[in-house]
């Protein structure tokens, strides 16, 4: 690219932007093959699993006998 090549520019929410030469900007394709790429997580936290094997409550009581 030569010194008085004009910059490229893109409009966007927050206004005017200029990109960078030789810089692709990150299209809406490459952003949710990424979202479907990264792993799982909760929305919520996870409730404990204290039933049977994995029940520390049970664990912790004293014997009555």
Same mark, same amino acid.
């Given at each position: 690219?030569?010194?008085?090549?004009?910059?490229?520019?893109?409009?966007?929410? $927050? =206004?005017?932007?200029?990109?960078?030469? =030789?810089? @692709?900007?990150?299209?809406?394709?490459?952003?949710?093959?990424?979202?479907?790429?990264?792993?799982?997580?909760?929305?919520?936290? $996870?409730?404990?699993?204290?039933? =049977?094997?994995? +029940?520390? +409550? @049970?664990?912790?009581?004293?014997?009555?006998?």
């Amino acid at each position: 690219m030569s010194a008085n090549a004009p910059l490229l520019s893109e409009p966007t929410p $927050q =206004g005017e932007q200029t990109l960078v030469p =030789g810089v @692709a900007p990150v299209t809406l394709r490459e952003r949710l093959a990424l979202r479907l790429a990264a792993p799982l997580s909760s929305r919520k936290p $996870q409730k404990p699993l204290n039933i =049977g094997l994995f +029940d520390d +409550d @049970a664990r912790n009581q004293l014997s009555l006998f």
